[in-house]
């Protein structure tokens, strides 16, 4: 079964880096938006499965993506993927309903074990 993927994340490298990352044997549909407001867009307009979601980024941040998701209620797996690794933001992230919090660049086999943990593999 496919699954339906959307990367969020304003730098084109860290996309394509994230895309190469994904699992060889996970079939997915993928859609890409470069800061929040164009990920909400998408994910009032699209069934979004799972969203990888940096936190850093213009017009609507990560976190404010995520208060968007929980005051909406909009059904989708969160993995944030992000530089800023200070533990009071991971604990933000997580109260807000993230199901993990990954460090960027992100490493192929820590997001498997991920994905596989939260049922996707």
């Known amino acids: 079964m496919s699954s339906s993927v959307l990367i969020c994340d304003d730098s084109n490298l ?4 994230l895309l190469r990352s994904l699992p060889d044997s996970w079939e997915v549909d ?3 938006a470069k800061h929040g407001v164009e ?3 998408v994910l009032n307009n699209s069934d979004i499965d799972v969203m ?5 980024m213009p017009e ?3 976190v404010g993506v995520l208060e968007a998701i929980k005051q909406d209620d909009i059904n989708v797996d969160v993995f944030v993927i992000s530089a800023d690794i200070q533990p009071e ?5 997580l109260e807000l309903g993230a199901k993990a919090f990954l460090r960027k660049p992100v490493n192929a086999e820590v997001l498997a074990s ?3 943990q939260h ?3």
């Open 14 to 17: 860290a996309r394509k880096q």
């Open 30 to 32: 993928v859609q890409l």
């Open 39 to 41: 990920a909400l867009e």
């Open 52 to 56: 990888f979601l940096d936190l850093t």
């Open 60 to 62: 609507l941040d990560g």
């Open 89 to 93: 933001m991971q604990n933000k992230v």
């Open 114 to 116: 991920n994905l596989q």
């Open 119 to 121: 049922g996707y593999l």
